[in-house]
């Protein structure tokens, strides 16, 4: 999608304000300097161009831990696809609504997420009901990809995509990349002992924000407010601090088998 039209229902493109910036700035170097004509002072026509790609993208991880699988790497750029992961507890890092200019990510630009493939079960794994949920997704999204079909001999493919950008204190969480140090445990002093599906069950960790320790259960998605916004929205349960709240999901869709992201509310993501 271009950005450009992406903002025409807004009235001007971005591409507009940047010409009226340049245009005012020019009127007045004009002003102050007296005699030389605007034709003397303008600079050359900006050129700006660029597509923002729903379609999750991946992204490449440094390889700060020699035990991490950092498999997804040699496919930074590409399309994320849901047939890529192929066992459960496999997850990736990426990027949705980047700006790309010549087919080349900008880094900085778009929302940074983890995709994590979870137990494909309905004990243990549980979300809002649409009596619950704060708001509207776009249509044809879910809170997350679930098909009984895809990997249907280890009992389908579900995925979770969270935004990748912790409540703490805006780190970057990640999921299964630093195994050292290793997450704290001590979850009872923050669940209520309540059962973390992930660790307690399953046996593997939750997402961990290795910069303060901050843990999320990809799970378990609860409603909780965005303290910074005032939105309600959905997210992963938080279950070690210093993090406050759940860090919030992407709600997603398959096109082909390629992950598209969709924007429920942007107030979601409002906080660093």
């Known amino acids: 999608m271009s950005w450009e039209k992406e903002e025409k229902e807004r009235g001007m493109t971005r591409r507009d304000w940047v010409r009226v910036g340049m245009a005012a700035g020019a009127v007045g170097a004009v002003l102050g300097l007296g005699g030389l004509s605007i034709g003397q002072i303008l600079p050359p026509p900006l050129k700006f161009s660029g597509e923002i790609r729903e379609t999750i993208q991946y992204t490449k991880?440094?390889?700060?831990?020699?035990?991490?699988?950092?498999?997804?790497?040699?496919?930074?750029?590409?399309?994320?696809?849901?047939?890529?992961?192929?066992?459960?507890?496999?997850?990736?890092t990426g990027v949705w609504r980047g700006l790309y200019q010549n087919n080349q990510w900008v880094p900085g630009t778009g929302f940074p997420c983890l995709i994590i493939r979870v137990k494909r079960e309905n004990q243990y794994f549980s979300y809002p009901d649409a009596a619950h949920m704060p708001a509207v997704l776009p249509e044809g999204f879910n809170l997350f990809f679930?098909?009984?079909n895809l990997d249907a001999a280890n009992?389908?493919?579900?995925i979770v995509v969270l935004f990748d950008r912790c409540v703490h204190l805006c780190c970057y969480p990640g999921w299964h990349v630093v195994n050292n140090p290793p997450p704290f445990r001590d979850y009872a002093s923050y669940t209520g002992g309540a059962i973390v599906p992930t660790y307690n069950v399953f046996g593997v960790d939750p997402v961990y924000c290795i910069c303060h320790g901050s843990q999320y259960e990809p799970m378990v998605l609860v409603v909780n407010t965005n303290d910074k916004s005032g939105a309600q929205y959905v997210g992963a349960w938080r279950v070690h601090g210093p993090a406050p709240r759940a860090l919030p999901v992407i709600p997603v869709k398959a096109s082909g088998l390629n992950l598209v992201g969709g924007m429920a509310d942007p107030a979601w993501y409002v906080y660093c």
């Open 155 to 158: 009992g389908g493919t579900r």
């Open 61 to 92: 991880f440094p390889p700060t831990d020699p035990t991490a699988d950092l498999w997804w790497n040699t496919k930074a750029g590409t399309a994320v696809k849901v047939s890529d992961f192929d066992r459960d507890w496999k997850g990736a």
């Open 146 to 148: 679930d098909d009984p």
